[in-house]
C-alpha cells in the first residue's frame, strides 16, 4: 500500500471510532480538506520513519504542527478560527482521545509491514 492509501484507511478508521463516540464531524476521506489529509499523510510518514514511536510522541507532532500553522486551544474545534479541544498535552487528554493515536499507529503497523 501506498502511503496515501495508509492515511485514507487511518482516516476512515478515525471516522469510524468517532461515530461510536457520538462524533458525526469527521467527513470522508473523499470530503475532507487537503489540510485533513495531508495531516494524516504526515502522520503515517512519521510512524513508518519512526517505528518506536509512541502514540504522546505522534500526539506531540501533529500538535507542533498546529500551533505552527496558527491553530491554539479552544472548547471546540472551529476551523474558522482554528481552535482545537485537543492542544494540549497528551497526558491531559480524555482516554477517548489518546485512543485515536493508539489506533492510528496500529493501523499504520498493520498496512506498513510486507505480508
Not at 492515511?7 to 473523499?30: F, I, M, R
Request: proline letters at 7%; charged letters at 25%; hydrophobic letters at 35%.
Amino acid at each position: 500500500m501506498t502511503v496515501e492509501e495508509i492515511a485514507k484507511v487511518c482516516h476512515q478508521a478515525n471516522k469510524a471510532y468517532c461515530e461510536t463516540l457520538g462524533d458525526t464531524s469527521q467527513p470522508s476521506w473523499e470530503d475532507a480538506p487537503e489540510e485533513l489529509k495531508t495531516s494524516a499523510i504526515e502522520g503515517v510518514n512519521s510512524r513508518i520513519k519512526h517505528p518506536m514511536i509512541a502514540p504522546a510522541q505522534l500526539h506531540n507532532l501533529w500538535m507542533q504542527k498546529k500551533l505552527e500553522d496558527g491553530w491554539h486551544y479552544g472548547e471546540t474545534k472551529d476551523a474558522e478560527q482554528k481552535t482545537h479541544p485537543c492542544l494540549k498535552p497528551w497526558r491531559e487528554l480524555p482516554v477517548a482521545e489518546r485512543l485515536k493515536d493508539v489506533l492510528f499507529i496500529q493501523v499504520v503497523t498493520a498496512l506498513s509491514k510486507p505480508f
